[in-house]
């Protein structure tokens, strides 16, 4: 029996402060925008991106619309990708696409696919842990925190409700 050690990286309460940090810097870089979109890469993006939703709302200076968007995470390209809104209405907004852990990028370039058949204004991207393995080009915007690991370790993200959240290396 293998024993897999984990090291606690993020406490929630650490994983509380990063996101509200975040929220901020997500609203100066989008001062001169009225309306926002974040999209929320399912499960752990989504709750993400609903953190931050609340923080954003909360100062009623954006209509933020929250979304999610669903793959198949380890076979992107074997699968449909489905969004919570119709991509036609990120014509001309700013959009920015979440998710909990970005390792090689394959996740976030495949998650932006559907808005790029259309005209956003702009798309950025929010993670709460950026891993510097990317083998895609794709970079976060806004990040939590940024680590360098070794390519066979793991992150693990535990975000929800109902359970103690943390970041763990293992």
Do not use: W
């Amino acid at each position: 029996m293998t024993i897999i050690r984990r090291s606690l990286i993020l406490t929630g309460n650490d994983i509380a402060r990063r996101i509200q940090r975040i929220a901020f810097e997500i609203m100066e870089h989008n001062y001169d925008e009225s309306d926002l979109i974040l999209a929320g890469i399912r499960q752990k993006g989504f709750v993400f991106a609903q953190r931050l939703e609340k923080h954003i709302s909360a100062t009623g200076r954006f209509n933020v619309v929250l979304t999610d968007i669903q793959l198949q995470k380890r076979k992107p390209t074997q699968s449909e990708i489905l969004m919570g809104i119709d991509p036609s209405f990120v014509n001309n907004k700013a959009i920015v696409v979440c998710d909990d852990v970005a390792n090689t990028g394959q996740t976030l370039l495949y998650a932006m696919k559907p808005f790029l058949d259309f005209a956003p204004k702009k798309i950025q991207v929010a993670v709460l842990v950026d891993r510097k393995h990317k083998t895609f080009p794709v970079s976060a915007d806004f990040v939590g925190l940024s680590l360098s690991t070794a390519m066979h370790q793991h992150i693990t993200v535990e975000i929800g409700s109902g359970i103690e959240e943390a970041v763990y290396v293992s």
